[in-house]
């Protein structure tokens, strides 16, 4: 066994990975091991999406810290999906 060959990742691996991933920061083996994974894991894929969605976002108005109005509005928008599944009918 050696460190060349791309071992499979699995879902919390690759989620696990991801900022490291975003940024660039992983060797090419797992690198390619995540791209294998988001091809044929939707969830994952999507994922990926929306946090590289997201940083940039961020990288364009600031380098270092989240925009509060930013952090406001996914805070909103978390709180509002939490409040429609446990609303009571
Ligand atoms: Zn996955």
Do not use: W
Not at 28 to 42: G, T, V, Y
């Amino acid at each position: 066994m050696t460190m060349e060959n791309t071992t499979p990742v699995n879902c919390t691996e690759a989620v696990h990975e991801l900022y490291s991933y975003l940024d660039g920061e992983l060797t090419d083996s797992k690198r390619q091991a995540i791209k294998d994974h988001l091809q044929r894991c939707r969830p994952c894929d999507r994922a990926v999406q929306f946090e590289a969605e997201l940083l940039a976002i961020i990288g364009d108005r600031c380098a270092e810290t989240i925009p509060d109005d930013l952090t406001a509005r996914v805070k909103a928008a978390l709180e509002e999906a939490k409040a429609q599944e446990t609303e009571p009918s």
